[in-house]
Protein backbone atom coordinates (compact mmCIF):
# COMPACT_ATOMS: atom_id res chain seq x y z
CA UNK A 1 0.00 0.00 0.00
CA UNK A 2 3.04 2.30 0.13
CA UNK A 3 2.94 1.91 -3.72
CA UNK A 4 0.02 4.55 -5.29
CA UNK A 5 0.39 3.81 -8.89
CA UNK A 6 -2.89 1.85 -9.06
CA UNK A 7 -4.69 4.95 -7.42
CA UNK A 8 -3.08 7.19 -10.54
CA UNK A 9 -4.07 4.62 -13.28
CA UNK A 10 -4.05 7.11 -16.72
CA UNK A 11 -6.56 4.91 -18.74
CA UNK A 12 -9.00 4.41 -15.50
CA UNK A 13 -8.40 8.56 -14.99
CA UNK A 14 -9.53 8.97 -18.59
CA UNK A 15 -12.48 7.32 -18.64
CA UNK A 16 -13.56 8.72 -14.86
CA UNK A 17 -12.76 12.14 -16.88
CA UNK A 18 -15.14 10.81 -19.69
CA UNK A 19 -18.29 10.04 -17.24
CA UNK A 20 -17.44 13.61 -15.83
CA UNK A 21 -17.84 15.43 -18.48
CA UNK A 22 -21.24 13.24 -20.09
CA UNK A 23 -22.53 13.77 -15.97
CA UNK A 24 -21.51 17.80 -15.94
CA UNK A 25 -24.39 19.73 -16.73
CA UNK A 26 -25.00 21.13 -20.19
CA UNK A 27 -26.00 24.66 -18.98
CA UNK A 28 -24.55 26.93 -15.91
CA UNK A 29 -21.84 25.77 -13.89
CA UNK A 30 -21.11 23.80 -11.16
CA UNK A 31 -18.62 25.07 -8.29
CA UNK A 32 -16.93 22.78 -6.21
CA UNK A 33 -15.26 23.46 -3.02
CA UNK A 34 -12.11 21.88 -1.27
CA UNK A 35 -10.54 22.69 2.01
CA UNK A 36 -7.35 20.98 2.01
CA UNK A 37 -3.70 22.16 0.92
CA UNK A 38 -3.44 18.85 0.08
CA UNK A 39 -6.21 18.06 -2.10
CA UNK A 40 -5.19 21.61 -4.06
CA UNK A 41 -1.56 20.58 -4.67
CA UNK A 42 -2.93 17.19 -5.79
CA UNK A 43 -5.35 18.83 -8.98
CA UNK A 44 -2.54 21.26 -9.89
CA UNK A 45 0.28 18.81 -9.78
CA UNK A 46 -1.58 16.46 -12.17
CA UNK A 47 -3.11 18.74 -13.95
CA UNK A 48 -6.73 17.42 -12.99
CA UNK A 49 -8.39 21.27 -13.96
CA UNK A 50 -7.23 20.25 -17.67
CA UNK A 51 -9.59 17.10 -17.38
CA UNK A 52 -12.78 19.04 -16.46
CA UNK A 53 -15.47 20.68 -18.56
CA UNK A 54 -15.72 24.29 -18.15
CA UNK A 55 -18.97 24.23 -17.05
CA UNK A 56 -17.16 22.40 -13.87
CA UNK A 57 -14.78 24.75 -11.48
CA UNK A 58 -13.56 23.62 -8.43
CA UNK A 59 -11.99 26.20 -6.08
CA UNK A 60 -9.77 26.04 -2.73
CA UNK A 61 -11.21 26.88 0.10
CA UNK A 62 -9.28 27.84 3.74
CA UNK A 63 -7.29 24.61 3.99
CA UNK A 64 -4.09 25.51 4.25
CA UNK A 65 -3.28 25.86 8.37
CA UNK A 66 -0.34 28.16 7.95
CA UNK A 67 -2.03 30.78 5.63
CA UNK A 68 -5.11 31.25 8.17
CA UNK A 69 -2.95 31.70 11.25
CA UNK A 70 -3.74 35.62 11.79
CA UNK A 71 -0.97 37.95 12.52
CA UNK A 72 -1.12 38.38 16.18
CA UNK A 73 -0.53 34.78 16.91
CA UNK A 74 2.82 35.21 14.94
CA UNK A 75 3.58 38.57 16.50
CA UNK A 76 3.06 36.78 19.90
CA UNK A 77 5.95 34.13 18.73
CA UNK A 78 7.76 36.60 17.40
CA UNK A 79 7.83 38.69 21.15
CA UNK A 80 8.15 35.33 22.88
CA UNK A 81 11.49 34.80 20.75
CA UNK A 82 12.58 38.26 21.61
CA UNK A 83 12.31 37.87 25.11
CA UNK A 84 14.67 34.77 24.88
CA UNK A 85 12.52 32.00 25.29
CA UNK A 86 13.33 29.18 21.93
CA UNK A 87 10.35 29.72 19.61
CA UNK A 88 9.97 25.94 17.93
CA UNK A 89 7.59 25.79 15.13
CA UNK A 90 6.63 23.90 11.48
CA UNK A 91 9.44 25.58 8.92
CA UNK A 92 6.54 26.89 6.81
CA UNK A 93 5.71 28.79 9.24
CA UNK A 94 9.13 30.77 9.40
CA UNK A 95 7.90 33.35 6.52
CA UNK A 96 4.67 34.13 7.08
CA UNK A 97 4.03 37.82 7.70
CA UNK A 98 3.06 39.13 10.99
CA UNK A 99 1.70 42.48 11.87
CA UNK A 100 5.55 43.92 11.10
CA UNK A 101 7.87 41.35 10.86
CA UNK A 102 8.29 37.30 10.25
CA UNK A 103 9.82 34.63 12.74
CA UNK A 104 12.40 34.44 10.28
CA UNK A 105 12.81 38.47 10.07
CA UNK A 106 13.04 37.81 14.51
CA UNK A 107 15.71 34.58 13.60
CA UNK A 108 17.79 37.20 11.22
CA UNK A 109 17.84 39.63 14.16
CA UNK A 110 19.59 36.34 16.35
CA UNK A 111 16.75 35.08 18.55
CA UNK A 112 16.67 31.53 18.76
CA UNK A 113 13.79 30.16 16.20
CA UNK A 114 14.32 26.78 15.50
CA UNK A 115 12.23 24.29 12.60
CA UNK A 116 11.00 21.11 13.80
CA UNK A 117 9.50 18.09 11.87
CA UNK A 118 7.52 17.32 14.98
CA UNK A 119 6.24 18.14 18.07
CA UNK A 120 8.16 15.25 19.74
CA UNK A 121 11.37 17.19 18.44
CA UNK A 122 10.33 20.02 20.78
CA UNK A 123 9.80 17.88 23.60
CA UNK A 124 13.31 16.54 23.10
CA UNK A 125 15.05 19.73 22.69
CA UNK A 126 13.68 20.92 25.94
CA UNK A 127 14.59 17.34 27.54
CA UNK A 128 18.18 18.30 25.99
CA UNK A 129 18.65 21.97 27.15
CA UNK A 130 17.21 22.35 30.34
CA UNK A 131 18.53 25.39 30.86
CA UNK A 132 16.81 27.42 28.23
CA UNK A 133 12.89 28.09 28.29
CA UNK A 134 10.67 26.31 24.78
CA UNK A 135 7.78 27.17 23.75
CA UNK A 136 6.14 24.80 20.73
CA UNK A 137 3.84 27.06 18.36
CA UNK A 138 1.19 24.47 17.81
CA UNK A 139 -0.70 25.01 14.92
CA UNK A 140 -2.88 22.76 11.93
CA UNK A 141 -5.99 21.54 11.96
CA UNK A 142 -7.26 18.27 13.19
CA UNK A 143 -4.91 16.08 11.50
CA UNK A 144 -1.91 17.99 13.70
CA UNK A 145 -4.19 19.00 16.72
CA UNK A 146 -4.07 15.13 17.97
CA UNK A 147 -0.20 14.79 18.20
CA UNK A 148 0.06 18.19 20.58
CA UNK A 149 -2.47 16.68 22.47
CA UNK A 150 -0.49 13.12 23.11
CA UNK A 151 2.18 15.42 24.32
CA UNK A 152 0.15 17.81 26.79
CA UNK A 153 -1.04 14.55 28.19
CA UNK A 154 2.29 13.22 28.73
CA UNK A 155 3.89 15.38 30.92
CA UNK A 156 6.19 17.95 28.97
CA UNK A 157 9.47 18.70 30.40
CA UNK A 158 8.87 21.67 32.68
CA UNK A 159 10.56 24.25 30.50
CA UNK A 160 8.56 23.63 27.36
CA UNK A 161 5.27 25.78 26.67
CA UNK A 162 2.29 26.07 24.17
CA UNK A 163 1.14 28.16 21.61
CA UNK A 164 -2.10 26.31 20.84
CA UNK A 165 -3.48 28.20 17.42
CA UNK A 166 -5.06 24.38 16.51
CA UNK A 167 -8.17 25.31 14.24
CA UNK A 168 -11.04 23.23 13.31
CA UNK A 169 -12.25 22.48 9.48
CA UNK A 170 -16.24 22.05 9.39
CA UNK A 171 -16.88 25.28 10.86
CA UNK A 172 -15.16 27.04 8.75
CA UNK A 173 -16.77 25.46 5.71
CA UNK A 174 -20.33 25.91 7.21
CA UNK A 175 -18.76 29.79 7.15
CA UNK A 176 -17.78 29.13 3.20
CA UNK A 177 -21.21 27.80 2.54
CA UNK A 178 -23.25 30.67 4.42
CA UNK A 179 -21.93 33.13 1.58
CA UNK A 180 -24.14 33.12 -0.72
CA UNK A 181 -22.52 35.05 -3.35
CA UNK A 182 -20.07 31.83 -3.35
CA UNK A 183 -22.58 30.01 -4.57
CA UNK A 184 -21.25 26.47 -3.81
CA UNK A 185 -22.64 23.59 -5.12
CA UNK A 186 -20.78 21.03 -3.82
CA UNK A 187 -18.00 19.90 -1.20
CA UNK A 188 -14.74 17.29 -1.39
CA UNK A 189 -14.32 16.93 2.71
CA UNK A 190 -10.64 16.40 3.91
CA UNK A 191 -9.34 13.22 3.88
CA UNK A 192 -6.85 13.29 6.72
CA UNK A 193 -8.73 15.58 8.80
CA UNK A 194 -11.68 13.21 8.32
CA UNK A 195 -9.15 10.08 9.07
CA UNK A 196 -9.29 11.86 13.02
CA UNK A 197 -13.18 13.22 13.40
CA UNK A 198 -15.33 10.59 11.72
CA UNK A 199 -18.00 11.65 8.78
CA UNK A 200 -20.81 12.60 11.45
CA UNK A 201 -19.60 16.17 11.87
CA UNK A 202 -19.66 16.77 7.74
CA UNK A 203 -23.93 15.51 7.78
CA UNK A 204 -25.24 18.87 8.13
CA UNK A 205 -23.69 20.49 4.72
CA UNK A 206 -26.04 17.96 2.81
CA UNK A 207 -28.99 17.97 5.36
CA UNK A 208 -29.22 21.77 6.13
CA UNK A 209 -27.10 23.25 3.16
CA UNK A 210 -28.76 20.56 0.59
CA UNK A 211 -24.03 20.33 -0.18
CA UNK A 212 -23.18 16.54 -1.83
CA UNK A 213 -20.39 16.29 0.34
CA UNK A 214 -17.37 13.60 -0.40
CA UNK A 215 -14.83 12.51 1.69
CA UNK A 216 -11.94 11.81 -0.48
CA UNK A 217 -8.10 10.53 -0.93
CA UNK A 218 -5.17 12.48 -1.71
CA UNK A 219 -4.65 10.57 -5.28
CA UNK A 220 -5.88 11.93 -8.43
CA UNK A 221 -8.20 9.33 -9.24
CA UNK A 222 -9.59 9.84 -5.44
CA UNK A 223 -10.29 13.75 -6.26
CA UNK A 224 -11.92 12.67 -9.73
CA UNK A 225 -13.97 10.23 -8.31
CA UNK A 226 -14.74 12.62 -5.68
CA UNK A 227 -16.00 15.16 -8.37
CA UNK A 228 -17.65 12.44 -10.19
CA UNK A 229 -19.79 11.74 -7.14
CA UNK A 230 -21.03 15.14 -6.85
CA UNK A 231 -22.01 15.60 -9.75
CA UNK A 232 -24.03 12.28 -10.17
CA UNK A 233 -25.87 13.54 -6.47
CA UNK A 234 -26.41 16.90 -8.09
CA UNK A 235 -27.87 15.04 -10.69
CA UNK A 236 -29.87 12.69 -8.70
CA UNK A 237 -31.03 15.85 -6.72
CA UNK A 238 -30.03 14.13 -3.53
CA UNK A 239 -27.07 15.61 -1.62
CA UNK A 240 -25.78 13.32 0.71
CA UNK A 241 -22.41 12.79 2.66
CA UNK A 242 -20.58 9.72 1.19
CA UNK A 243 -17.18 8.37 1.74
CA UNK A 244 -14.74 7.97 -0.71
CA UNK A 245 -11.69 7.45 1.06
CA UNK A 246 -12.71 3.74 3.07
CA UNK A 247 -9.29 2.86 2.87
CA UNK A 248 -8.56 5.46 6.27
CA UNK A 249 -11.88 7.17 6.98
CA UNK A 250 -14.27 5.00 9.15
CA UNK A 251 -17.94 6.91 10.47
CA UNK A 252 -16.38 7.30 14.00
CA UNK A 253 -12.84 8.63 13.21
CA UNK A 254 -9.75 8.51 15.34
CA UNK A 255 -11.26 7.52 18.89
CA UNK A 256 -8.42 7.43 20.86
CA UNK A 257 -7.38 10.55 18.83
CA UNK A 258 -11.23 12.49 19.94
CA UNK A 259 -10.39 11.20 23.70
CA UNK A 260 -7.03 12.81 23.66
CA UNK A 261 -8.28 15.90 22.03
CA UNK A 262 -11.25 16.86 24.70
CA UNK A 263 -8.84 16.18 27.51
CA UNK A 264 -5.91 18.66 26.09
CA UNK A 265 -8.43 21.16 24.94
CA UNK A 266 -11.38 23.46 24.89
CA UNK A 267 -12.93 24.25 21.70
CA UNK A 268 -13.44 28.70 21.54
CA UNK A 269 -14.45 31.38 19.06
CA UNK A 270 -11.28 31.41 17.08
CA UNK A 271 -9.66 34.36 14.35
CA UNK A 272 -8.94 33.52 11.00
CA UNK A 273 -6.59 35.37 8.77
CA UNK A 274 -8.73 36.80 5.90
CA UNK A 275 -11.91 35.16 7.17
CA UNK A 276 -12.11 36.96 10.82
CA UNK A 277 -13.49 35.64 13.70
CA UNK A 278 -15.23 31.70 13.53
CA UNK A 279 -17.38 30.44 16.21
CA UNK A 280 -16.29 27.38 17.91
CA UNK A 281 -13.60 27.04 15.63
CA UNK A 282 -10.38 27.19 17.12
CA UNK A 283 -8.41 25.41 20.25
CA UNK A 284 -7.14 26.70 23.46
CA UNK A 285 -5.33 24.68 26.33
CA UNK A 286 -7.95 23.10 28.60
CA UNK A 287 -8.20 24.33 32.43
CA UNK A 288 -5.89 21.31 33.43
CA UNK A 289 -3.10 22.09 31.55
CA UNK A 290 -3.44 25.89 31.68
CA UNK A 291 0.34 26.16 33.38
CA UNK A 292 1.43 24.92 30.08
CA UNK A 293 -0.19 27.97 28.06
CA UNK A 294 2.84 30.10 26.97
CA UNK A 295 0.45 33.57 27.16
CA UNK A 296 0.30 32.44 30.99
CA UNK A 297 4.02 31.61 31.59
CA UNK A 298 5.50 34.25 29.64
CA UNK A 299 2.77 36.93 30.44
CA UNK A 300 2.59 37.12 25.90
CA UNK A 301 -0.99 38.39 24.65
CA UNK A 302 -1.70 40.58 21.67
CA UNK A 303 -5.36 40.58 20.44
CA UNK A 304 -5.09 42.54 17.35
CA UNK A 305 -2.25 42.86 13.99
CA UNK A 306 -2.44 43.52 10.40
CA UNK A 307 -3.22 40.48 8.55
CA UNK A 308 -3.70 41.42 5.33
CA UNK A 309 -0.96 43.58 3.57
CA UNK A 310 -1.99 46.50 1.57
CA UNK A 311 -2.56 45.59 -2.27
CA UNK A 312 -2.82 41.75 -0.64
CA UNK A 313 -5.89 39.55 -1.35
CA UNK A 314 -5.13 36.43 0.55
CA UNK A 315 -8.76 37.25 1.97
CA UNK A 316 -10.15 36.67 -1.81
CA UNK A 317 -7.89 33.84 -2.40
CA UNK A 318 -8.51 31.58 0.61
CA UNK A 319 -12.29 31.56 0.17
CA UNK A 320 -11.89 30.81 -3.71
CA UNK A 321 -13.28 34.42 -4.79
CA UNK A 322 -10.73 35.09 -6.96
CA UNK A 323 -7.51 32.77 -8.42
CA UNK A 324 -3.92 33.66 -7.62
CA UNK A 325 -3.56 34.94 -10.70
CA UNK A 326 -6.27 37.66 -10.42
CA UNK A 327 -4.06 39.37 -7.90
CA UNK A 328 -2.40 42.03 -8.58
CA UNK A 329 0.74 41.69 -6.84
CA UNK A 330 1.30 38.20 -7.62
CA UNK A 331 4.11 36.77 -8.80
CA UNK A 332 5.43 40.72 -9.82
CA UNK A 333 5.42 42.13 -6.02
CA UNK A 334 4.43 38.73 -4.25
CA UNK A 335 6.72 35.56 -4.99
CA UNK A 336 7.59 32.64 -2.61
CA UNK A 337 11.11 33.91 -1.57
CA UNK A 338 9.51 37.28 -0.96
CA UNK A 339 5.61 36.46 0.29
CA UNK A 340 3.31 39.44 0.54
CA UNK A 341 0.60 37.51 2.25
CA UNK A 342 0.54 33.99 3.88
CA UNK A 343 -1.41 31.87 0.69
CA UNK A 344 2.16 32.58 -1.13
CA UNK A 345 4.50 31.23 1.91
CA UNK A 346 3.42 27.66 3.05
CA UNK A 347 3.78 24.76 0.49
CA UNK A 348 -0.04 24.11 0.60
CA UNK A 349 -0.51 27.98 0.20
CA UNK A 350 -3.05 28.44 -3.03
CA UNK A 351 -0.56 31.28 -4.46
CA UNK A 352 2.47 29.21 -3.48
CA UNK A 353 0.85 25.99 -5.57
CA UNK A 354 0.20 28.19 -8.59
CA UNK A 355 3.66 29.81 -8.48
CA UNK A 356 4.87 26.95 -9.62
CA UNK A 357 1.58 25.74 -11.63
CA UNK B 1 0.33 20.43 6.33
CA UNK B 2 -2.22 17.54 6.35
CA UNK B 3 0.55 15.35 4.38
CA UNK B 4 0.23 12.19 5.36
CA UNK B 5 2.28 9.42 3.97
CA UNK B 6 1.28 5.28 4.29
CA UNK B 7 4.06 3.39 5.93
CA UNK B 8 4.56 -0.42 7.33
CA UNK B 9 5.22 -1.03 10.82
CA UNK B 10 8.05 -3.24 11.59
CA UNK B 11 8.41 -3.39 15.21
CA UNK B 12 6.46 -1.74 18.05
CA UNK B 13 7.80 -0.83 21.41
CA UNK B 14 5.69 0.48 23.32
CA UNK B 15 4.18 3.77 22.20
CA UNK B 16 7.03 3.55 19.26
CA UNK B 17 7.09 2.14 16.34
CA UNK B 18 9.51 1.52 13.65
CA UNK B 19 7.94 1.97 10.05
CA UNK B 20 9.01 1.23 6.43
CA UNK B 21 7.78 4.18 4.10
CA UNK B 22 8.95 2.12 1.38
CA UNK B 23 12.39 2.00 -0.58
CA UNK B 24 14.16 1.49 2.76
CA UNK B 25 12.64 4.02 4.32
CA UNK B 26 12.75 3.54 7.99
CA UNK B 27 12.00 5.82 10.76
CA UNK B 28 10.48 5.68 14.20
CA UNK B 29 7.24 7.00 14.66
CA UNK B 30 4.78 7.64 17.61
CA UNK B 31 2.09 4.90 17.41
CA UNK B 32 -0.07 6.43 20.60
CA UNK B 33 -2.94 7.42 18.76
CA UNK B 34 -3.20 3.99 17.22
CA UNK B 35 -3.32 1.03 18.16
CA UNK B 36 -0.80 -0.80 15.39
CA UNK B 37 0.45 -4.04 15.32
CA UNK B 38 3.43 -5.72 13.23
CA UNK B 39 2.11 -6.17 9.39
CA UNK B 40 -0.17 -3.06 9.67
CA UNK B 41 -0.12 -0.11 7.39
CA UNK B 42 -0.18 3.06 8.86
CA UNK B 43 -0.81 6.86 7.88
CA UNK B 44 2.04 9.03 9.29
CA UNK B 45 1.54 12.80 9.94
CA UNK B 46 4.03 14.97 11.80
CA UNK B 47 5.65 12.13 13.33
CA UNK B 48 2.42 10.28 14.32
CA UNK B 49 0.74 7.66 13.32
CA UNK B 50 -2.92 8.99 12.83
CA UNK B 51 -4.75 6.26 11.45
CA UNK B 52 -4.38 2.22 10.62
CA UNK B 53 -4.99 2.03 6.63
CA UNK B 54 -7.43 -0.52 5.76
CA UNK B 55 -5.76 -3.32 2.79
CA UNK B 56 -9.14 -4.83 1.92
CA UNK B 57 -10.77 -1.52 1.76
CA UNK B 58 -7.89 -0.39 -0.70
CA UNK B 59 -8.61 -2.89 -2.97
CA UNK B 60 -11.85 -2.78 -3.00
CA UNK B 61 -11.98 1.01 -3.88
CA UNK B 62 -10.50 -0.36 -6.45
CA UNK B 63 -12.74 -2.71 -7.59
CA UNK B 64 -15.55 -0.64 -6.99
CA UNK B 65 -14.06 2.45 -9.49
CA UNK B 66 -13.80 0.04 -12.18
CA UNK B 67 -17.48 -1.56 -11.39
CA UNK B 68 -19.21 2.03 -11.32
CA UNK B 69 -17.32 2.44 -14.58
CA UNK B 70 -18.29 -0.52 -16.39
CA UNK B 71 -21.87 -0.02 -15.37
CA UNK B 72 -22.47 3.69 -16.26
CA UNK B 73 -20.43 2.91 -19.57
CA UNK B 74 -22.77 0.30 -20.61
CA UNK B 75 -25.67 1.67 -19.50
CA UNK B 76 -25.18 5.53 -19.96
CA UNK B 77 -27.99 7.77 -19.09
Keep these: ?115 VYSVSDAVKMAQEETNKEFTFLAIGFETTAPSTAVEILNSPPRNLSFLVSHRLIPPAMQLLVEMKDLNLNGFIAPGHVSTIIGLDPYEIFPKVYRMPTIVAGFEPLDVLFGIYMILKQLNEENPRLENEYTRAVHKEGNIKAQEMMRKAFNMTDGNWRGLGSIPASKLTLSKEYAHLDAHLKHGVKIEQGVDIQPGCRCHLVIIGKIKPTECPLFMKVCTPRKPVGACMVSSEGTCRIWSRA | M ?55 EAQETLRLWNEILENEETNPR
Design chain 1, 1 to 115: MTENTRYRDAALAKRVAERIRETAPKEGTVKICHVCGTHEWTITHYGLRSLLPASVEVIAGPGCPVCIVPASEIDEAVQLALKGVVLTCFGDLLRVPGSRKSLLDTKAEGADVRV
Design chain 2, 2 to 56: CLAIPAKVLEVKGDKAQVDFGGGVLREVNTALVNAKVGNYVLVHAGYAIQILDEQ
